[in-house]
């Protein structure tokens, strides 16, 4: 029940806040050392032999946050507008995980903007709320902040890549967490893997104001042709973005080129994890009551095996 008191609290002493999120001091600044992340759900693969209903969450991507101490809620993307501000009053962080659906007309991107805009506005008002996204989801935050597609085809469908670290990274919340050494192993070694298709070209986005002035540049890459963002960082908001794929490394199994299991491949993917949970740990949102966060918790579902052959070793299907 402490946790219960403690938000209540940390509500009341909100009123107080002047600094930005996160900074101010009291009660709000202790961490919530139990948070719970949201991901999102988004439409079934189109002729997935496992499939049931009509949506899913790749397993990698809750054992990837439940790995770095959080637990997790799904969401599903059929919900109406106030289901969902429930949802984020009640959730720590939102994961917007890789996948392959329309960025601009599916129900995935419906709840996405829904979710990416009650996250601008709690930020704002000095209520601490990260989002992660990777891949699909990096792409996702990118259409949402330019309010528009920018996005090129890139020859990046299976490759395994080390990062160009720009000079803000070493000064960045995400990377100026990470050991020296491992910062290191991703400058050099090949193994962050990018399965994408879609890409954020240095071009489009130096070239979009809005883009410009949301997200800082922490690495990039490039096909041969084009040089791409592959992390980015909100200057303002505790927001991230990958193009490449650190849940991977540690759950994934499926034998192609791109795919990385060496152990500094799977301490950058912990590092990643670790990162955002400890963002998560400064929001103090929480369920009304422990019998709905029980409800809500993914342990209410089972993944699925779907073959060590499968993209996604394991996915959760929801109705
Ligand atoms: C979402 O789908 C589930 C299962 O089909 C259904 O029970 C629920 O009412 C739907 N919610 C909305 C808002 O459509
Ligand atoms: C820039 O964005 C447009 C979409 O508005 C896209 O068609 C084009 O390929 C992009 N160019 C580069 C170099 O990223
Ligand atoms: C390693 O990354 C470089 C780009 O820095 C790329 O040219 C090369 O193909 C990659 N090697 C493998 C085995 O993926």
């Known amino acids: 029940m402490r946790r219960w008191v403690a938000a209540v609290l940390a509500v009341m002493t909100a009123s107080l806040w002047d600094g930005p999120p996160g900074r101010a001091a009291g009660l709000s600044h202790q961490l919530n050392i139990r948070p719970i992340i949201g991901i999102l759900a988004q439409e079934n693969l189109p002729g997935d032999p496992f499939a049931y209903g009509s949506s899913y969450i790749a397993a ?140 954020l070209s240095m071009q489009n986005f130096s070239r979009n104001a809005r883009l410009r002035r949301f997200y800082k540049v922490l690495s990039t890459n490039s096909d041969g042709k084009k040089q791409f963002i592959s992390t980015m960082e909100a200057h303002r908001y505790p927001f991230y973005a990958v193009q490449w794929h650190p849940e991977k490394s540690p759950f994934e199994w499926i034998e192609k080129s791109g795919m990385v299991h060496t152990i500094n491949s799977v301490r950058a993917s912990f590092y990643t994890a670790s990162f955002f949970v400890s963002e998560a740990m400064k929001n103090h949102h929480c369920f009304s009551s422990p019998a709905e966060e029980d409800r809500a918790l993914i342990y209410n579902f089972s993944p699925i095996y779907r073959g060590i052959k499968a993209v996604f070793v394991q996915n959760y299907y929801f109705d």
């Open 60 to 199: 990698s991507y809750v054992k990837y946050v439940e790995g770095a101490g959080a637990r997790v809620v799904p969401i599903r993307i059929n919900c109406t507008e106030e289901e969902y501000a429930k949802i984020f009053n009640s959730i720590n962080g939102l994961l917007l995980p890789g996948g392959d659906v329309d960025l601009q007309t599916s129900q995935f991107s419906r709840a996405a903007r829904i979710f990416y805009n009650l996250a601008l506005r709690a930020n704002e008002a000095g209520d601490y709320f990260p989002i992660w996204g990777t891949c699909q989801g990096f792409q996702q935050l990118s259409v949402l902040t330019a309010n528009k597609n920018l996005l090129t085809l890139t020859d990046t469908k299976a490759v395994a890549l080390p990062l160009t670290l720009t000079t803000a990274a070493q000064s960045s919340r995400l990377f100026g967490s990470f050991p020296k050494d491992l910062l290191q192993s991703l400058a050099d070694e090949n193994i962050t893997s990018n399965f994408h298709s879609w890409s």
